[in-house]
């Protein structure tokens, strides 16, 4: 039986940490949500919950990149437009902070520019908003998938080198 962590709307931790469940082979993955809406923040940290993530939630880059060093998230979703720093340099910075973290970019206010802008920053997928949530979760398990390739990848290359 799995066990959720549940996170209040700052990402606190509210419950036990169960980042392993089900033994050491299944580890929980964890997800940081940025965006300066409590709102919309919150709908998505109950959707992510529910589906069985770890979630960690953050308002700005300050928050968000705390959380990223607490905890070193799987994926981000990450709103470009916020008060302070830019959803840009939280994107570079997270990318930054671990190479192998999945950032997906939102905005209400993006332009093709801005998308390239985001992926050259190292986001691997740019979705405007009003956010469609099954485009979201379609996106996701993309991710998922290219991380467990990225994954698999790197440990065929250090078994045919000969580290473990």
Known sequence: M??????????ESTGPNQH???G???RREWILLVDDSDAFRERLARAFSDRGYEVLSARNYEEAMHQAQEKSPDYA???LR???RSGLELVRDLKGLDA??????LSGFGSIATAVDAMR???FHYLQKPLDEEELRIVLAEAIKAKGLVINSDAHVNQAVGRR
């Open 77 to 79: 979703v990450v709103d």
């Open 121 to 123: 920053m190292g986001a």
């Open 20 to 22: 392993d469940t089900d």
């Open 24 to 26: 050491p082979a299944h």
């Open 2 to 11: 799995m066990c959720l962590n549940q996170t209040n709307v700052q990402g």
């Open 82 to 84: 916020m008060p302070g």
């Open 100 to 105: 192998t973290i999945r950032v997906l970019v």
